[in-house]
């Protein structure tokens, strides 16, 4: 079975501060994603990474980096995390075109 | 740039009995891939099931199946003998053939089971 794990279920951070969102895969996926959920907003990408050290934007990249120097891990970024960044980040890895989503981190930004 | 609709916001249904989930979408391409995910509460993203748009043979899961119809570029999501465990948002998606293409959401559905 395919694991992907986020390093946190809970977060709760201030504002201004960096944060840092880890996802790990087990199962040698090459393309790795982040996305944010908010209701009434569904899913919406902010980066994905198709190999080592690749990132591309996704759909609202504005805030956030992200870094993948090994192919089982993908890190989300928030420079400096503002309140409007209080979501549900969802991190997902693919293969054969079918992705499998981590348990999710809650993060509120105060 | 392709587009997912799902314009229910929330259904229910009666345990036992059927329910259908409707979903929209907008590509130029003629390659792609179509997706229900389903969300428990509290809980993991988890795929029901796929279907690939150069099948014309619905897929099916045990009690779920689609309607797919290319022409009207609609995917609905079939639930038959409907289980508590089935309540939860469930989401459509569409990805592009292509290599390194991402998924395109819906805004999701809210499924409720009346026991």
């Known amino acids: 079975d395919v694991k992907v794990t986020q390093s946190s279920r809970y977060l709760v951070k201030r504002t201004g501060e960096k944060v840092f969102l880890e996802c790990v895969q087990d199962?040698?996926?090459?393309?790795m994603f982040w996305y944010r959920q908010d209701p009434g907003l569904g899913l919406r990408l902010i980066y994905f990474?198709?190999?080592?050290?690749?990132?591309e934007k996704g759909d609202i990249p504005e805030g956030y980096s992200v870094s993948r120097e090994k192919k089982e891990r993908f890190s989300l970024i928030l420079e400096s995390a503002s309140t409007n960044q209080t979501s549900m980040y969802l991190c997902?890895?693919?293969?054969?075109?079918?992705?499998?989503f981590g348990p999710g981190t809650r993060l509120t930004v105060t | 740039a392709q587009t997912v609709t799902q314009s229910q916001p929330e259904m229910s249904v009666q345990e036992a009995e059927t329910v259908t989930l409707s979903c929209t979408y907008d590509?130029?391409?003629?390659?792609?891939?179509l997706f229900w995910y389903k969300q428990p509460p509290s809980r993991q993203m988890i795929l029901v099931i796929r279907?690939?748009?150069?099948?014309?043979q619905n897929a099916t899961e045990n009690r779920f199946s689609v309607n797919f119809q290319k022409a009207a570029k609609s995917f609905s999501l079939k639930i038959s003998d409907s289980q508590l465990g089935d309540a939860a948002m469930y989401f459509c998606?569409?990805?592009?053939?292509?290599?390194?293409?991402?998924?395109?959401f819906g805004k999701g559905i809210t499924l409720s089971v009346r026991p």
């Open positions: 199962m040698d996926h090459e393309n």
């Open positions: 998606a569409y990805r592009s053939a292509w290599a390194n293409s991402k998924l395109t």
């Open positions: 590509t130029s391409e003629s390659d792609y891939y």
């Open positions: 279907q690939e748009a150069y099948k014309q």
């Open positions: 990474s198709y190999d080592v050290k690749m990132k």
């Open positions: 997902a890895s693919e293969r054969s075109y079918e992705q499998y």
